[in-house]
């Protein structure tokens, strides 16, 4: 009897495995359940604060329904979203991206670079050995670069919180302004032709077959997929989630209105390179900086200014720039800097002058 017990899997275990062996029953099912919960979120939140001693109308009642209503928002759609693109990265592996990139000429090759950013796993600290790959596997130095900015900045954390937050234009335009910086940034870093640059341990490290041969690969394995891309990507982010909406949430409930059009607005000319100096050196992600993005247009803030700062935040991160210097010369960096920084702030008074 003990060993019946021992051996038998328990309830939990059979819950755990049940997706894995009825997939096309799962996915379904678990897309109604996601549609119905989304669909109670305001109704919710607004039953929490008036369950509060708290006036729904006053400072504190707005910054509690602002964090009580997107919180769970961001969360469900981050989930979702990462559920299903872990699934479709299980199509695109870093081998399998280095592999489609090598032997492709410059110019094709930045645009399918800075496309394939969009769905490959990507975090900073994978910045060396993706780096280390692509020069060994023979792909030329700007097109790892629009990989390398694109795949942090352009990823589908950002791409889902600006899609609930601010709707499917903005989001396109997010979409679009960030491939074409990581495009003519790449280019441009290729034309400089700053190979000499790297470290000299780079260089010398000798060329690889690009070859990628692919596995069979079925639904159950994608759905698994799915699941460790939401606990390894959801796992980590959620609490910059937390404190980028508490952060929103203070802004939305105490800031004046019109308050932030003082120095973040477009009258103000140094609000753009303002707004990039100050991202660069912070220390967060997407799912951190576009709550605070989404309170600070609510208070005045210009387009423009404000995505010319979270593009600095994600793409210009000082912990990957130092994470880099592993593998990159002082002058390669600073010329990295200094290019995707210029593609920012063009976007930013562009944004500025034409909205």
């Known amino acids: 009897m003990g060993m019946n017990t021992a051996t038998s899997p328990s309830s939990l275990q059979l819950a755990k495995?049940?997706?894995?062996?009825?997939?096309?029953?799962?996915?379904?099912?678990?897309?109604?359940?996601?549609?119905?919960?989304?669909?109670m979120l305001v109704p919710a939140s607004e039953w929490l604060v008036a369950r509060l001693p708290v006036d729904r109308a006053s400072h504190l009642g707005g910054a509690l329904q602002f964090f009580f209503y997107d919180t769970p928002k961001v969360l469900m759609l981050l989930t979702g979203v990462v559920f299903v693109m872990g699934m479709v990265n299980s199509y695109f592996t870093p081998e399998r991206t280095r592999a489609l990139l090598a032997g492709k000429s410059e110019g094709v090759a930045n645009v399918m670079a800075a496309t394939l950013g969009i769905v490959?796993?990507?975090c900073s600290c994978s910045a060396v050995p993706l780096f280390?790959?692509?020069?060994?596997?023979?792909?030329?130095?700007?097109?790892?670069f629009s990989f390398l900015i694109s795949a942090p900045m352009v990823n589908e954390v950002a791409l889902t919180l600006l899609f609930s937050l601010f709707g499917w234009k903005v989001a396109a335009l997010y979409l679009g302004l960030g491939l074409t910086?990581?495009?003519?940034?790449?280019?441009?870093?290729?034309?400089?032709?700053?190979?000499?640059?790297?470290?000299?341990?780079?260089?010398?490290?000798?060329?690889?077959?690009?070859?990628?041969?692919?596995?069979?690969?079925?639904?159950?394995?994608?759905?698994?997929?799915?699941?460790?891309?939401?606990?390894?990507?959801?796992?980590?982010?959620?609490?910059?989630?937390?404190?980028?909406?508490?952060?929103?949430?203070?802004?939305?409930?105490?800031?004046?209105?019109?308050?932030?059009?003082?120095?973040?607005?477009k009258e103000a000319w140094w609000s753009v390179p303002l707004a990039v100096l100050i991202g660069v050196p912070m220390y967060t992600n997407a799912a951190?900086?576009?709550?605070?993005?989404?309170?600070?247009?609510?208070?005045?803030?210009?387009?423009?200014?404000?995505?010319?700062?979270?593009?600095?935040?994600?793409?210009?991160?000082?912990?990957?720039?130092?994470i880099l210097r592993k593998v990159l010369k002082l002058r390669l960096i600073a010329t990295f800097v200094a290019v995707v920084a210029s593609g920012i702030l063009m976007v930013g008074y562009v944004f500025n002058a034409v909205l």
């Open 288 to 322: 951190g900086v576009i709550p605070i993005v989404q309170a600070l247009l609510a208070k005045g803030a210009a387009l423009g200014t404000v995505l010319a700062f979270m593009m600095s935040v994600i793409a210009l991160s000082l912990p990957e720039l130092i």
């Open 17 to 39: 495995a049940w997706p894995l062996h009825h997939p096309r029953i799962f996915l379904p099912l678990a897309a109604a359940l996601w549609w119905a919960l989304y669909q």
């Open 120 to 122: 490959t796993p990507f």
């Open 181 to 265: 910086v990581a495009i003519v940034a790449g280019w441009v870093i290729g034309r400089l032709e700053m190979e000499a640059h790297l470290e000299d341990w780079v260089r010398d490290m000798p060329k690889l077959s690009a070859d990628f041969e692919p596995g069979q690969t079925t639904l159950a394995d994608r759905v698994q997929a799915g699941f460790a891309a939401v606990k390894e990507i959801v796992g980590k982010v959620w609490p910059y989630i937390l404190a980028g909406i508490a952060i929103g949430a203070g802004i939305h409930g105490y800031v004046p209105q019109d308050f932030m059009a003082s120095f973040m607005g």
């Open 132 to 144: 280390i790959g692509f020069v060994q596997a023979g792909v030329p130095l700007g097109v790892t």
